[in-house]
């Protein structure tokens, strides 16, 4: 029987985070299992790619209080490109309400340390990106170290590093069952055979909830259908500009290659494992981005472009991060809620100094993320969700 001192289920970037700092942190056994034959084909390659700390919660602040420094010095730690790129996020505001709602929140993200961050008055907000209808402007918040990375170049960049450190990835493999010894978890069943391990990390992404179903686990993670529209290349807008999100409706854009990168979440959507695009979408989404970028009007559209993945949704919209009380041993790094890519350092850090240490720094308070919160009741609420 194969046996491993840590079996991750999921390679995407979560999972090849876990496996890089367990590695970095000492820990060599580490087999990361990918039921693809190829990594990136869930959520990680189909991301929107972008990075921010502009939260409303100290954990979310935290994790990416750590995961941006981290995708600053990516190129440098890993010897491979992570594609960081600090354009900003700027949050457009349209009335009273939201302007409030920014300044609350900056002054929680500078009491935790985030410098650079600022409130824009609506001449600053319209010199920064001039192409926005800015009638209805009254001002807006922007940080210059958020900004977008390479999803694809960063998992790989991760799990290179890991295996350079010692670990096993098996692609094409399957898990079929979860092991149990007693009360504790003692392995996994996959297409390739048994593999005896007493730490088990669930990084399965929108299908996480099925892989807790294998251990006897509720882990409250859905799949929830995002689309992005890549538009052809258009350059009546600088490319420099940040991701730009209309607080009117949630309409965000950022620039990639040569065109701009659009996106909206659609109230109307319901979870599932939808992984078709709805054409009447691409529409709703180009009303919006005519509406407040005029020149947008004029952006070309392939449809066949358009893509759609998963966001992993989890009850409150934060991560589900730690060990299950009822099965020592097994271990959630779930329910990102589409800011999985942006967290996966955080991530991939809290669960290696909780397997090695049992405690961590990354964030104040790890237990407001473990999976026993939603027995107790204690949810957390992010607002700032995109």
């Known amino acids: 029987m194969r046996t491993a001192d840590v ?7 979560v999972g090849s985070s ?23 084909k869930g959520s990680t390659g189909k991301s929107m790619g972008g990075v921010r700390a502009q939260f409303t919660t100290p954990v979310n602040i935290q994790m990416s209080l750590y995961s ?16 960081y790129r600090p354009q900003g996020y700027l949050f457009v505001a349209t009335s009273r309400a939201h302007l409030e709602y920014l300044e609350a ?80 978890i003692s392995g996994v069943m996959t ?30 993670v859905e799949p929830l259908r995002r689309m992005l529209i890549p538009t052809e290349p258009f350059d009546q807008v600088s490319h420099e500009v940040p991701m730009v999100v209309d607080m009117t409706n949630g309409f965000h854009f950022r620039p990639e290659s040569r065109g701009f990168l659009l996106a909206w979440n659609d109230p ?14 691409i529409e709703k989404v180009l009303v919006r981005a005519a509406d407040r970028v005029p020149c947008f009007e004029n952006l070309a559209v392939n449809p066949k ?34 800011h999985g890519v942006m967290h996966a350092p955080a991530t991939g850090k809290i669960v290696a100094d909780l397997i090695t240490s049992g405690k961590t720094r990354v964030v104040d308070d790890v237990a407001v993320l473990s999976p026993g919160r ?5 949810l957390l609420h992010e607002t700032a969700v995109l």
């Open 191 to 220: 297409t390739r055979g048994e593999v005896h391990a007493p730490v088990v990390v669930n990084a399965a992404g929108p299908w996480a909830a099925q892989i807790g179903a294998m251990a006897g686990v509720d882990l409250k």
């Open 105 to 184: 929140n900056q002054r929680l993200q500078k009491s935790l340390g985030l410098k650079d961050v600022h409130i824009l008055s609506r001449a600053n907000v319209v010199n920064m990106v001039p192409q926005l209808r800015s009638d209805d402007i009254l001002g807006g918040s922007f940080c210059g170290s958020d900004g977008f990375v390479d999803p694809y170049s960063a998992m790989t960049g991760f799990i290179k590093r890991a295996v350079e450190n010692g670990a096993t990835l098996w692609k094409s493999t399957e898990v079929t069952g979860i092991s149990r010894s007693g009360d504790r």
């Open 374 to 378: 939603f027995r107790s009741g204690k």
């Open 68 to 83: 941006i420094p981290f995708y600053a010095s990516f190129d440098e730690r890993l010897g491979h490109p992570g594609g």
């Open 18 to 40: 876990v496996a890089y700092h367990l590695t970095e942190a000492g820990c060599h056994d580490v087999l990361v299992i990918e039921r693809e034959a190829h990594q990136g």
């Open 268 to 281: 109307e959507e319901t979870p599932g494992y939808k992984l078709e695009v709805e054409p009447e979408f």
């Open 7 to 13: 079996v991750i289920i999921g390679s995407g970037i």
């Open 305 to 338: 472009r358009v893509w759609a993945g998963l966001y992993e949704m989890s009850p409150d919209h934060h991560a589900i991060i730690g060990e299950f009380d009822e099965l020592p041993g097994f271990y959630a790094a779930n329910g990102f809620s589409g």
